[in-house]
């Protein structure tokens, strides 16, 4: 780093340190393009104690989920609480997502001191979106958020599953769902801490006692049996018991103290995942690059496709040689 370099930098990181959202924005922005560069980032909060409570709420495209965290947010920001967003929707670009699209209302709520608010939309992340999610929150975490909100589409995605990363899951769904099997497939009855079926005000009944049924079939190892509100997050509507759902779910997680294992969860899935990406990446770069792959491709071509087992065959065989090397 270049003395003016390290000058900017030490002045973000005690611009940080003094709260200043401006500096948040640019560290988060710094480790997104440069996530090698983590360690010097986070290197600076080695002292701090601060946990925040991390908080998923997922669900397909368009059942409100940006809606219900900006009405979240209000009913929290009342309380004084400081709160982080990220918000993953490969499918509603930052521009075009309800969050701004529903101006006046986010809008309120972005402006609030007490908020900051990320998204992860339209663009690839080196290192995937959960690292980018992982290293976000804890920023905020270092920035000392009370709580931070992770609103993501879905469950299952290849490249990041929420509910490693969080200690209480919010799963949305809404009326006109479809059927409970459907429901059992999606996965979606082993993932909730809390189920919500917002968008009240088009009906949902059926939807609700369906959930309800499954749940009683269901049983809780951990004790916990997840309850079902119903919301209007554009009116508000049912979104305090929504909220107060949320809290009771923190205050059990804190008194059966599996809240340390949720925490251990997230530093598992953490390591192993920078782990995993720094293998693949010694494994592509050195041992079977892009060139190499055309070159038996092409082999495969010229010589017959019978040939290629045997070339990677080989190839394996080196690999395993140089690991073992190591
Ligand atoms: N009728 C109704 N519409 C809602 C409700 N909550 C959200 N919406 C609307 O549903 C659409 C999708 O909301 P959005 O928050 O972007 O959903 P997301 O894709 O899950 O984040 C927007 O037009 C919202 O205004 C609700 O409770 N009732
Ligand atoms: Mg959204």
């Known amino acids: 780093m270049s003395l003016k370099v390290s000058h900017d930098f030490d002045s973000l990181i005690s611009r940080f340190k003094k709260k200043d959202k401006i ?10 393009n440069e996530p090698e560069k983590a360690h010097e980032v986070f290197k600076h909060f080695e002292d701090v104690k601060h946990d925040s409570y991390i908080i998923g709420i997922t669900g397909s495209p368009g059942v409100g989920k940006s809606t219900l965290t900006g009405a979240i947010c209000k009913i929290l920001l009342d309380e004084g609480k400081k709160i982080g967003i990220i918000c993953v929707d490969p499918t509603s670009p930052f521009s075009g997502g309800a969050f701004l699209g529903d101006r006046v209302r986010m809008t309120n709520i972005s402006l609030h001191p007490n908020v900051f608010m990320r998204s992860l939309a339209s663009r690839g992340y080196k290192g995937g979106i959960s690292r980018a999610v992982f290293d976000i929150s804890l920023l905020y975490e270092a920035f000392g958020m009370d709580l931070i909100i992770i609103e993501t589409v879905g469950v299952g995605q290849a490249e990041f599953d ?10 949305i769904l809404v009326p006109g769902y479809g059927d409970a099997i459907q429901m059992q497939k999606a996965g979606i009855i082993e993932i909730g801490d809390i189920y919500d079926i917002n968008k009240k005000d088009l009906g949902g009944e ?11 079939d269901s049983t809780f190892q951990s004790g916990w049996r997840p309850p079902v509100t119903m919301t209007n997050a554009i009116s508000g509507e049912g979104v305090n018991d929504l909220v107060q759902n949320i809290m009771d779910h923190k205050e059990h997680l804190e008194l059966s103290e599996s809240i340390g294992e949720k925490k251990k969860n997230r ?12 293998i693949n990446k010694i494994i592509s770069e050195s041992f079977l690059n892009e060139k190499e792959i055309n070159e038996i491709i092409n082999h ?27």
Do not use: P
């Open 206 to 216: 059926d939807v609700a006692v369906q959930i309800e049924m499954m749940l009683d």
């Open 267 to 278: 530093f598992r899935y953490k390591i192993r995942e920078l782990v995993y990406s720094k």
């Open 23 to 32: 500096a948040l924005a640019k560290l988060i922005t710094l480790i997104e």
């Open 300 to 326: 495969a071509l010229v010589d017959g496709k019978f040939k290629i087992y045997r070339t990677i065959h080989n190839k394996f065989e080196d690999v395993n040689f140089e690991i073992k090397k190591r």
């Open 162 to 171: 929420v509910y490693n990363l969080v200690y209480t899951v919010v799963v």
